[in-house]
């Protein structure tokens, strides 16, 4: 067996020879993309802290989490401070689906804001750095396409998606004048629609919607006609990215995190029912208010500064996902999708 040789570095004991070891916070870990990225960074042989409220996450996505010594699970709401002494803040805590971030719109301002504000004053106190997680919504309905990092963004400031939309606006200024006013180390990628295993069977969202629906043999719910379009990234794809982007030292970014191959929603109807094999019928209802027409990233600049795109395509993604949602409706023996 090899000799394993210890030293002290910032934030604890690492192996000679391994990567430095860090001692990380991951707000929202038990969400979709926080679980999948504590697993990531767990692997990579760090220490982390999971941090949840329970909102959205689930202990079910840790759960094989649990008994690793390095990983440690706190209940806590970001709108409150804590003190944690740590290397690496991942800022992910906030309700991501339309209908959960619409269930309490307030809060998910606070969520964004207060909680943004207690992270970045920990870092600062720390000396830590920061990943904040915003979003395409920065952008609104745009009105460039496919969307830059130096577009501004079309957004409505009163309408029912504001307080997710404004509130990543306003959580990236926050983190942009920590940056300048307090040198705090902070990095912002603007993740776009993200799939994968672990996303909820009711939170809403238009792959977990349709998956569902196709597995169950109901009617696959198409809001307007379909004709507007996302980009959809493999969850996988997106925490190659993240711990990238994390790693990066002196780029604060925006940078854009996505899969730019761009997908109208009945194109992705068709797929799904395709995969599942399901003769589901599909549905038109209304089209809620605000929903962008057309999302596409354009990702030049992660591929320039952190040599990254995305790999995995949609119908292998999407395999992946109605794979874990099939076990899942069976496991939970339910007609009834439920958290
Ligand atoms: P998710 O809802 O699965 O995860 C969010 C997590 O944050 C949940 O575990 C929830 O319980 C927790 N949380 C919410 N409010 C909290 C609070 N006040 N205190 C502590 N924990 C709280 O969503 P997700 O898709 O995993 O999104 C994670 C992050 O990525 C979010 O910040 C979201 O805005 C961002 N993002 C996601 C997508 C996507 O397509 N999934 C796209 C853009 C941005
Ligand atoms: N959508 C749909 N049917 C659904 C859920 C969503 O047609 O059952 C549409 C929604 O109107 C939007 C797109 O799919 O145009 C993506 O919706 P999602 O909530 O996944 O993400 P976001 O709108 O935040 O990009």
């Known amino acids: 067996m090899a ?7 910032k934030g604890g004991f690492c192996r000679k020879g391994m990567k430095e070891k860090k001692r990380i916070l991951v707000t929202g870990g038990a969400g979709f993309i926080g679980s999948h990225l504590c697993e990531e960074l767990l692997g990579d042989g760090h220490d982390v802290i999971c941090l949840d409220n329970f909102f959205t996450g689930r202990k079910e996505n840790i759960a094989h989490l649990l008994d690793e010594h390095r990983f440690e699970l706190i209940r806590h709401d970001v709108t409150e401070p804590l003190r944690l002494e740590i290397d690496w803040v991942f800022n992910f805590a906030c309700p991501a689906s339309p209908v959960h971030y619409q ?28 990943l904040h997680a915003s979003t395409s919504e920065v952008y609104g309905d745009p009105q460039i396409h496919p969307q830059k990092e130096d577009y501004w963004g079309n957004v409505n400031p009163i309408g029912i998606r504001s307080c ?12 942009m004048d920590y940056h300048r006013e307090n040198q705090v180390d902070s990095k912002i990628i ?7 295993p672990r996303m909820r069977a009711d939170d809403g969202r238009v792959v977990s919607n349709f998956i569902v629906q196709a597995l169950q043999g109901d009617d696959i719910t198409i809001y307007g006609d379909g004709s507007q379009t996302r980009s959809f990234c493999y969850v996988d794809d997106l925490v190659n990215v993240i711990i990238r982007m994390m790693k990066k030292d ?15 929603i009945l194109e992705l109807a068709e ?10 019928k599909l549905v038109f209802k209304e089209l809620p208010q605000d929903d962008p027409t057309q999302r596409q990233p354009d990702i030049s600049l992660a591929k320039k500064e952190l040599g990254w795109e995305p790999k995995i395509q949609l119908n292998e993604g999407l395999k992946k996902t109605i794979d874990f949602f099939d076990q899942w409706l069976s496991a939970n023996d339910t007609n009834t999708p439920r958290g």
Not at 3 to 9: E, G
Not at 164 to 175: I, N, P, S, V
Not at 190 to 196: A, D, K, L, M
């Open 164 to 175: 997710y939309d404004e509130g990543k606006r306003a959580a990236e200024t926050l983190m």
């Open 271 to 280: 797929a799904v029912l395709t995969l599942t094999n399901s003769k589901s």
């Open 250 to 264: 002196n780029f604060t970014g925006p940078v854009n995190t996505g899969n730019p191959v761009e997908f109208t």
């Open 3 to 9: 000799k394993l040789i210890f030293f002290t570095v």
């Open 103 to 130: 269930y309490n719109p307030i809060k998910t301002l606070k969520t964004s804001i207060l909680g943004t504000l207690n992270m970045l004053g920990l870092a600062k106190r720390v000396r830590a750095r920061i």
């Open 190 to 196: 603007r993740i776009f629609n993200t799939y994968g």
